[in-house]
């Protein structure tokens, strides 16, 4: 396929529409993403999460800063989230990560929801993957983790990040609310406000509540990302945790997972697209049946499972 | 199915039981919808979201006791949000309605977040049409409006009210984020509070700005629900909405949408437990699978398609 190969040759411009294809399910985007496969595996994926406000977006453009100083390439897959409370949010995030906006070495990509069945998150596992085959040293996934799918995204990745922030009020429902199995690094950021502190040791507390039975006891950093204090620190502990991951056998444990579930996703999704043509195919048949039913005719039961066995026979027939 | 006749025989107990065995995915479970849907279609659904912290349990439950004033029976479907980040705000909001808890005529059921694939929704709207052909007169489905899943979940009912509250500086996003499609009445709560009537002058601006088209203006309302002051309005409000509904013929058309959807989900969830069994029937290829794929003489995208082919031949066996 021409244009995976020109994303391996590294045309910037290529990877853009590559990303594209598959973020708006084109036909031969399964095809794509199946000549990108053999070049993944090689980037680390690193996911930064949080509710709205903490500073994600500030913390992943100096982490990105840092990263580029060692020369390592980086992609970033920001995801805007779903929901509609807050989607305005991370519009104005964009904006804030102008410390690498234009750098070469980095390649940043907003992800929106999408309509489909796990259309987000298998979006942006492809969307990492093109760019792992691209050859990023590093992806990093910024997701405000408000639903399911971005909970979801981000145990996809290689280290996960939980952002904090003091105040607010959300401190302690953060904590309470079994985010703690997600976090791999902690991070509260914005801790030059009163509570920082006090936000440390209450995570602290909930960690050893339940770390008896853990080998990686995540740790807990202060950072105040616009002025870069305690980022280097947080670079050190992502370094340490991978050495752990690597030398534990978690890493390729974990990305064992990701392949497990990358396979019912991509199975669901395909399966997903025989059902939309069926239904495409012969609309009037499709739209009698919803008569029928609504009239009490018919009933979904019923209609659903001619519309398996149809799937069934178009397999079969393939 | 003893358990749907005795659902239909107006036994509480069997109610809470079905509710479960849908909930928990039963193999039966099917059996069971596909007894009790003849009998749905005669409750009113009445869809509540909005952010946390916007009063939707309070006024849940001052709705409540109105309908039962005027003797309808009323059931509640409250969502548990799939957010790490609120999940435990909601425990408190159910001891918030206490106006209701210990009257015969309601039944409440809250609904965790579920594993699999579109499972929120999927095992909501099944319990909003047990709750149905139990005989509720109405049905109200309660949730914080936080994620893609919960989004959905408010679209299936017959009317969908939006309530925010001024001030936390949510007010202006919320509004900005196209939540204006999913209302069809908007509710500022908790509108002794600075800044309500500029609020309401926001979202009537927005409205306006979108409404040439439209044929329903969705009216706002100013409440404060634990004074029970504009609740009368509200529900004067879903009165109206209603009979727009009948005359205009769109509740027969939304209702065909939600079929529709029913039908989609209902073959992505069968479909899924032919991919699950035959995951879960030959473990050990399955991980062989994976195990080749991690070393690289396996792609994902051929597995995925050698599995779609197994399950095509099941469902033509079947």
Redesign the interface.
Same mark, same amino acid.
């Given at each position: 396929m021409e244009l995976v190969d020109d994303v391996r040759k590294g045309s910037v411009r290529a990877l853009a529409k590559l990303i594209t294809l598959v973020e708006n399910e084109m036909p031969n985007a399964?095809e794509a993403?199946?000549n990108i496969?053999?070049y993944t595996?090689n980037a680390y994926i690193i996911g930064i999460t949080?509710?709205p406000g903490a500073g994600k977006s500030t913390l992943t453009d100096k982490i990105t800063q840092k990263l580029r100083s060692q020369n390592f390439t980086v992609g970033i897959v920001a995801i805007d989230p779903?929901?509609?409370?807050?989607?305005? /949010?991370l519009l104005g995030d964009r904006v804030r990560m102008q410390g690498i906006s234009s750098d070469e070495g980095v390649f940043i990509r907003s992800m929106a929801?999408r309509g489909s069945?796990?259309g987000?998150s298998r979006a942006t596992g492809d969307t990492v993957k093109i760019l792992d085959a691209f050859g990023k040293d590093y992806v990093i996934i910024e997701t405000v983790?408000?639903?399911?799918?971005?909970?979801d995204i981000i145990k996809t990745a290689d280290v996960s990040i939980l952002v904090v922030m003091p105040g607010g009020g959300?401190d302690i429902? /953060?904590i309470? /609310?079994?985010?703690m199995e997600?976090g791999d690094i902690f991070v509260v950021n914005k801790s030059d406000r009163d509570g920082a502190d006090r936000l440390v040791t209450e995570i602290n507390m909930m960690l050893n509540l339940g770390a008896t039975t853990r080998d990686w006891i995540p740790p807990v950093l202060k950072t105040i990302a616009p002025e870069e204090k305690g980022v280097d620190s947080l670079l050190e502990k992502i370094s340490e945790h991978r050495e752990f991951l690597v030398s534990s056998g978690r890493l390729?444990y974990q %990305?064992?997972e990701r392949?497990?579930n990358?396979?019912?996703k991509?199975?669901?999704y395909?399966?997903?697209r025989y059902?939309d043509r069926l239904i495409r195919e012969d609309k009037e048949l499709f739209e009698q049946r919803?008569?029928d039913?609504?009239s009490?005719k018919e009933?979904?039961? %019923?209609?659903?499972?001619k519309?398996?066995?149809a799937?069934? %026979? %178009?397999?079969?027939d393939?």
């Amino acid at each position: 396929m021409e244009l995976v190969d020109d994303v391996r040759k590294g045309s910037v411009r290529a990877l853009a529409k590559l990303i594209t294809l598959v973020e708006n399910e084109m036909p031969n985007a399964l095809e794509a993403m199946e000549n990108i496969y053999p070049y993944t595996g090689n980037a680390y994926i690193i996911g930064i999460t949080g509710p709205p406000g903490a500073g994600k977006s500030t913390l992943t453009d100096k982490i990105t800063q840092k990263l580029r100083s060692q020369n390592f390439t980086v992609g970033i897959v920001a995801i805007d989230p779903t929901s509609p409370f807050s989607g305005g /949010a991370l519009l104005g995030d964009r904006v804030r990560m102008q410390g690498i906006s234009s750098d070469e070495g980095v390649f940043i990509r907003s992800m929106a929801t999408r309509g489909s069945l796990g259309g987000l998150s298998r979006a942006t596992g492809d969307t990492v993957k093109i760019l792992d085959a691209f050859g990023k040293d590093y992806v990093i996934i910024e997701t405000v983790g408000v639903g399911q799918d971005e909970v979801d995204i981000i145990k996809t990745a290689d280290v996960s990040i939980l952002v904090v922030m003091p105040g607010g009020g959300d401190d302690i429902q /953060a904590i309470k /609310a079994g985010i703690m199995e997600i976090g791999d690094i902690f991070v509260v950021n914005k801790s030059d406000r009163d509570g920082a502190d006090r936000l440390v040791t209450e995570i602290n507390m909930m960690l050893n509540l339940g770390a008896t039975t853990r080998d990686w006891i995540p740790p807990v950093l202060k950072t105040i990302a616009p002025e870069e204090k305690g980022v280097d620190s947080l670079l050190e502990k992502i370094s340490e945790h991978r050495e752990f991951l690597v030398s534990s056998g978690r890493l390729s444990y974990q %990305r064992k997972e990701r392949i497990r579930n990358d396979i019912i996703k991509i199975v669901e999704y395909e399966i997903f697209r025989y059902l939309d043509r069926l239904i495409r195919e012969d609309k009037e048949l499709f739209e009698q049946r919803l008569e029928d039913i609504v009239s009490k005719k018919e009933d979904p039961y %019923r209609i659903s499972k001619k519309m398996i066995d149809a799937i069934g %026979r %178009r397999i079969s027939d393939n």
